[in-house]
């Protein structure tokens, strides 16, 4: 009798054992299983295209007033942002009628401040799942080249024109976007077209690990705006990516852009 309760204990033992067994390996897959429907989502070397109905954050740009030009081809008023968040404000174009312009399909991005000269094409669309639902994500070029969203504006008229590239990874070519401050140029070709810019804005967003409500309020900055602008996105620090960069800039003619400083500034990058 005292055999067969011995016995009986023994089994039960290992009953115990086995059921723990399985209970772990039930919590380690439903761990990994979380973490495959989360990890697609969460990378952020892609950007969540956000919703139709959200807006683009309004800018009011730092650059300090230049001499305009006699036809007035500088569109905006300086207004110094004081502690407020950049979404509160707006750009107001001024009343000059929209120009008519013919299509310009930006195809190379100069940066005199961190001596960048890069081609620019077509950024590639893709679908991720996210909690039983679907969300298209923007993907920066896998080469050394800035992407451009067929959804963004062309340069020259109003409208958002916005371009994605990789900070460590393919190329690097926004390694150094970090290094730009306010008032440095940025210059769009298509063809023998020219496009310059002034830096107006220039954002560090927390993004990995973010919930998504807070990942869709950064990508606003890639919707179409009201008043004609250039938005930079990539990852940012060089070693880890968890944070969304953001460089906003605004129009300039080709002759207020002499007036502007034209220092290149490239840090070290990271080990």
Same mark, same amino acid.
């Given at each position: 009798?005292?055999?067969?309760?011995? =016995?009986?204990?023994?089994?039960?033992?290992?009953?115990?054992?086995?059921?723990?067994? #399985?209970?772990?390996?039930?919590? @380690?897959?439903?761990? /990994?299983?979380?973490?495959?429907?989360?990890?697609?989502?969460?990378?952020?070397?892609?950007?969540? @295209?956000? +919703?139709?109905?959200?807006? @683009?954050?309004?800018?009011?740009?730092?650059?300090?007033?230049?001499?305009?030009? +006699?036809?007035?081809?500088?569109?905006?008023?300086?207004?110094?942002?004081?502690?407020?968040?950049?979404?509160?404000? !707006? =750009?107001?174009?001024?009343?000059?009628?929209?120009? $008519?312009?013919? $299509?310009?399909?930006?195809?190379?991005?100069? #940066?005199?401040?961190?001596?960048?000269?890069?081609? #620019?094409?077509?950024?590639?669309?893709?679908?991720?799942?996210?909690?039983?639902?679907?969300?298209?994500?923007?993907?920066?070029?896998?080469?050394?080249?800035?992407?451009?969203?067929?959804?963004?504006?062309?340069?020259?008229?109003?409208?958002?024109?916005?371009?994605?590239?990789?900070?460590?990874?393919?190329? *690097?070519?926004?390694?150094?976007?970090? +290094?730009?401050?306010?008032?440095?140029?940025? #210059?769009?070709?298509?063809?023998?077209?020219?496009?310059?810019?002034?830096?107006?804005?220039?954002?560090?967003?927390? *993004?990995?690990?973010?919930?998504? +409500?807070? !990942? =869709?309020?950064?990508?606003?900055?890639? /919707?179409?705006?009201?008043? *004609? !602008?250039?938005?930079?996105?990539?990852?940012?620090p060089y070693t880890s990516n968890t944070d !969304? /960069?953001?460089?906003?800039?605004?129009?300039?003619?080709?002759?207020?852009?002499?007036?502007?400083? /034209?220092?290149?500034?490239?840090?070290? =990058?990271?080990?």
């Amino acid at each position: 009798m005292f055999k067969i309760r011995v =016995l009986l204990m023994t089994v039960g033992s290992l009953l115990l054992g086995v059921g723990i067994i #399985i209970s772990l390996v039930a919590a @380690v897959n439903s761990i /990994l299983a979380t973490q495959q429907a989360v990890s697609p989502f969460d990378q952020t070397d892609g950007v969540i @295209v956000p +919703d139709k109905s959200a807006v @683009v954050p309004y800018i009011a740009p730092t650059i300090p007033p230049l001499a305009s030009t +006699d036809n007035g081809q500088d569109q905006y008023q300086p207004q110094q942002i004081k502690g407020q968040d950049p979404a509160t404000f !707006r =750009l107001a174009p001024t009343a000059t009628p929209i120009p $008519i312009v013919p $299509i310009a399909i930006p195809d190379r991005l100069v #940066i005199p401040a961190i001596q960048l000269d890069a081609p #620019i094409v077509p950024a590639t669309l893709r679908t991720i799942a996210y909690m039983g639902k679907d969300y298209p994500q923007w993907k920066a070029p896998n080469s050394f080249a800035a992407g451009w969203p067929s959804t963004s504006a062309v340069p020259g008229i109003i409208g958002n024109t916005v371009l994605f590239g990789h900070n460590n990874t393919d190329g *690097e070519i926004f390694a150094h976007l970090v +290094d730009l401050k306010v008032n440095d140029l940025i #210059i769009l070709y298509s063809g023998n077209q020219k496009f310059i810019y002034a830096v107006a804005l220039k954002m560090i967003l927390p *993004e990995r690990n973010q919930p998504v +409500d807070i !990942r =869709l309020q950064n990508a606003r900055w890639i /919707l179409p705006s009201e008043d *004609e !602008r250039l938005t930079l996105l990539t990852c940012w620090p060089y070693t880890s990516n968890t944070d !969304r /960069l953001v460089i906003v800039a605004v129009p300039v003619s080709a002759q207020n852009a002499e007036n502007y400083p /034209l220092t290149p500034r490239i840090t070290p =990058l990271a080990p």
